[in-house]
């Protein structure tokens, strides 16, 4: 048993509570896998329109991403997988050493992939992750630290912000892509296929 290795998915979430729609194709293959999303939504007061594509290599390290928002601002960085991430010009950025996954605000989908680099899916089985966390309201990076554990294996994991109090059971399909998030986010037609 164990989450699909390669596919090619779309997947809608609506945002929970209020307005808000997020559309997603992921393309997993032998040499990458690239995610394109569409999110309107809203945290809080501040409303929000973004596009962003996420590329990562086969074992689900992130290598690039670009974040655009309507307002005309966008982030966009690059990673060697190994925890040095760079800027537009190949800048190194220190401040964001040994951070491999990222966390976006706005979506579900970036839970799977500190879920797909587990080492173990066994029950109990916990992970911690030193994650660039990027809200979509601001598009302002930091290092964030977070803990992921099995509850059953390839079905249902903990997710925990270590040094804020936020705990989450996030249900999984045969991909390792969030089913649902509680009171954030919900899949719609989860069987909608390109």
């Given amino acids: 048993m164990g989450f699909v290795s390669q596919f090619t ?10 307005a808000g729609l997020e559309h997603l194709h992921v393309n997993s293959c ?31 390290t992130v ?3 670009t974040i655009e928002n ?23 950025i220190s401040a964001f050493s040994g951070t491999i996954d990222i966390d976006l605000a706005g979506t579900p989908f970036t839970n ?19 994650i660039l966390y990027v809200p ?7 290092v964030d630290r ?6 059953i294996p390839y079905r249902k ?3 925990e912000a270590l040094g804020r109090d936020f705990v989450a059971e996030l249900e999984v399909d045969d991909n390792g892509v969030v089913i649902d998030y509680p009171e954030l986010f919900t899949r719609e037609n989860p069987n909608l296929l390109s």
């Fill in 70 to 92: 309507t307002e005309g601002n966008s982030l966009s960085l690059n990673s060697d997988g190994e925890g040095s991430w760079f800027n537009q010009n190949g800048d190194r």
């Fill in 30 to 60: 032998e040499n990458n896998i690239i995610a394109s999303s569409v999110v309107i939504g809203g945290i809080g007061e501040h409303q929000f329109a973004v596009r962003y594509t996420i590329v990562c290599a086969p074992d689900w």
């Fill in 157 to 159: 994991y903990r997710y």
């Fill in 136 to 142: 979509f309201d601001t598009l302002q990076p930091s």
């Fill in 112 to 130: 799977t992939l500190p879920i797909r680099r587990m080492g173990k899916h066994k029950p109990g089985h916990h992970q911690r992750y030193k």
């Fill in 146 to 151: 977070q803990q992921y554990s099995c509850l």
């Fill in 9 to 18: 998915t779309t997947y809608r979430w609506r945002l929970i509570p209020g």
């Fill in 63 to 65: 290598r690039s991403f």
